[in-house]
């Protein structure tokens, strides 16, 4: 419930996110289309804690219950840890929601701002003030 | 009495929950604080990091100072410009003097195909000015000021203060250059030339050439900041000699962490498709 509410406020913020933060690796806009920013459920399949952002994947069923594996870009390893993230942080198995930027190029990719985990914590994936506008 | 004492219980209550907030609000987890860049660029900074934003110096004091009462720079220190393009850094109303030939290289490399060229994405230094949302280092020694980088790439800058200058011959062009510094008062002034043509000065593609001379002022007014501006001159890319600002916040409870971008950076590359907007 808690993080659906969360999730509803940060849908008010979408159109804030039609800018370029600026990001560790590449220009957000050149890779992620903020303006469909949306929030996708799923079970996370895969853990990669890599520079220079680390991904994590998710199985997410659409409403005809097929599934489909979405990668999830994270911050590079050393800006999540000043976050508060942990390279065990998300485990295989764990139900997680991720509000984020889908990619330009139409695939199943996501630039992910913010991640509830599974026990409800609501963590900062993004780098920049304005990642985390939401 | 009844009142009273549920009175008392929910200012209790209050007190505990005022108290209590700000030290259940871990860090990465949801902010919703909106902090206006501080310092002295007139232009209003670069986009502070969110992962950093908790690490700087809230309280200040004077400026630190070393045995032979130079303003000590050492510490870590968070980035202070924007890079996405270097025009922002510049004083409101001045623009980029750029000569024909680098406006229409600019305007080119708006292209997705241009932009996986660029030397940050593709793990190369980033030259200087450029900077990353990570931290930098400032280790200061009388004969040496040594600016280790987080990113782009691990890598380093070395200030000689041992009054040489430039070498005069044989000076292989770098990415970094070849830097000279020296004090003007509190101010630390370096000075760099030998650069390589490799970098691009920001994400929107900014051109430099060999020609490229780059002035530096560092000021430490307070314990807590480091203002600088920056003196771009390049004949051959630029009319006249422009400036940038930029202010670094004093970043505590950290140090520079690994950062190696090569590791999976292709699995980003063949995703760049659109422009930078």
């Given at each position: 419930?808690?993080?659906?509410?969360?999730?509803?406020?940060?849908?008010?913020?979408?159109?804030?996110?039609?800018?370029?933060?600026?990001?560790?690796?590449?220009?957000?806009?050149?890779?992620?289309?903020?303006?469909?920013s949306?929030?996708?459920?799923?079970?996370?399949?895969?853990?990669?804690?890599?520079n220079?952002?680390?991904?994590?994947?998710?199985?997410?069923?659409?409403?005809?219950?097929?599934?489909?594996?979405?990668?999830?870009?994270?911050?590079?390893?050393?800006?999540?840890?000043?976050?508060?993230?942990?390279?065990?942080?998300?485990?295989?198995?764990?139900?997680?929601?991720?509000?984020?930027?889908?990619?330009?190029?139409?695939?199943?990719?996501?630039?992910?701002?913010?991640?509830?985990?599974?026990?409800?914590?609501?963590?900062?994936?993004?780098?920049?003030?304005?990642?985390?506008?939401? | 009495?009844?009142r009273?004492?549920?009175?008392?219980?929910?200012?209790?209550?209050?007190?505990?929950v005022?108290?209590?907030?700000?030290?259940?609000?871990?860090?990465?987890?949801?902010?919703?604080?909106k902090h206006?860049?501080?310092?002295?660029?007139?232009?209003?900074?670069?986009?502070?990091a969110?992962?950093?934003?908790?690490?700087?110096?809230k309280?200040?004091?004077?400026?630190?100072?070393?045995?032979?009462?130079?303003?000590?720079?050492?510490?870590?220190?968070?980035?202070?410009?924007?890079?996405?393009?270097?025009?922002?850094?510049?004083?409101?109303?001045?623009?980029?003097?750029?000569?024909?030939?680098?406006?229409?290289?600019?305007?080119?490399?708006?292209?997705?195909?241009?932009?996986?060229?660029?030397?940050?994405?593709?793990?190369?230094?980033?030259?200087?000015?450029?900077?990353?949302?990570f931290?930098?280092?400032?280790?200061?020694?009388?004969?040496?000021?040594?600016?280790?980088?987080?990113?782009?790439?691990?890598?380093?800058?070395?200030?000689?203060?041992?009054?040489?200058?430039?070498?005069?011959?044989d000076?292989?062009?770098?990415?970094?250059?070849?830097?000279?510094?020296?004090?003007?008062?509190?101010?630390?002034?370096?000075?760099?030339?030998?650069?390589?043509?490799?970098?691009?000065?920001?994400?929107t593609?900014?051109?430099?050439?060999?020609?490229?001379?780059?002035?530096?002022?560092?000021?430490?007014?307070?314990?807590?900041?480091?203002?600088?501006?920056?003196?771009?001159?390049?004949?051959?890319?630029?009319?006249?000699?422009?400036?940038?600002?930029?202010?670094?916040?004093?970043?505590?409870?950290?140090?520079?962490?690994?950062?190696?971008?090569?590791?999976?950076?292709?699995?980003?590359?063949?995703?760049?498709?659109?422009?930078?907007?």
């Open positions: 419930m808690r993080a659906k509410l969360g999730f509803a406020v940060t849908g008010l913020f979408v159109a804030a996110l039609a800018t370029s933060p600026a990001f560790a690796h590449h220009a957000f806009g050149l890779q992620y289309d903020a303006g469909r949306t929030t996708l459920h799923g079970v996370v399949t895969k853990v990669e804690w890599t220079p952002h680390a991904h994590f994947y998710v199985d997410i069923k659409d409403e005809n219950g097929n599934v489909s594996n979405w990668n999830m870009e994270l911050a590079s390893p050393n800006a999540l840890r000043r976050l508060g993230w942990t390279r065990d942080i998300l485990k295989v198995g764990d139900e997680v929601s991720v509000y984020g930027a889908p990619a330009k190029d139409g695939a199943k990719m996501a630039n992910a701002r913010t991640v509830t985990l599974a026990d409800g914590r609501k963590m900062v994936a993004g780098l920049s003030e304005k990642d985390a506008e939401q | 009495m009844r009273d004492f549920a009175s008392c219980i929910v200012t209790v209550l209050c007190v505990a005022v108290l209590f907030f700000p030290s259940t609000r871990a860090a990465g987890q949801e902010n919703s604080d206006e860049p501080q310092g002295v660029n007139p232009a209003g900074g670069g986009v502070p969110v992962s950093l934003k908790h690490l700087e110096a309280t200040s004091g004077p400026t630190p100072r070393t045995a032979d009462g130079k303003p000590d720079l050492s510490a870590v220190w968070g980035p202070g410009l924007n890079m996405g393009n270097i025009a922002v850094n510049l004083k409101p109303g001045d623009q980029l003097p750029l000569q024909p030939w680098a406006l229409k290289l600019t305007q080119d490399r708006a292209t997705p195909e241009a932009k996986r060229k660029d030397p940050k994405p593709n793990c190369l230094p980033d030259g200087v000015p450029r900077e990353d949302p931290p930098y280092k400032i280790v200061q020694t009388p004969k040496l000021i040594v600016f280790l980088l987080e990113g782009n790439v691990h890598s380093y800058r070395q200030i000689f203060m041992d009054g040489s200058g430039h070498p005069t011959d000076l292989e062009p770098s990415y970094y250059g070849d830097s000279r510094g020296h004090w003007e008062g509190d101010t630390l002034v370096v000075d760099t030339i030998g650069f390589n043509d490799k970098t691009w000065f920001d994400g593609g900014h051109p430099h050439t060999e020609k490229l001379h780059v002035i530096e002022r560092y000021r430490r007014p307070d314990l807590a900041n480091l203002e600088f501006e920056v003196t771009i001159d390049d004949p051959g890319a630029y009319t006249k000699p422009f400036t940038i600002y930029g202010h670094s916040p004093l970043l505590l409870n950290t140090d520079l962490m690994e950062y190696w971008c090569v590791e999976n950076a292709a699995q980003d590359l063949i995703h760049i498709v659109g422009d930078s907007k």
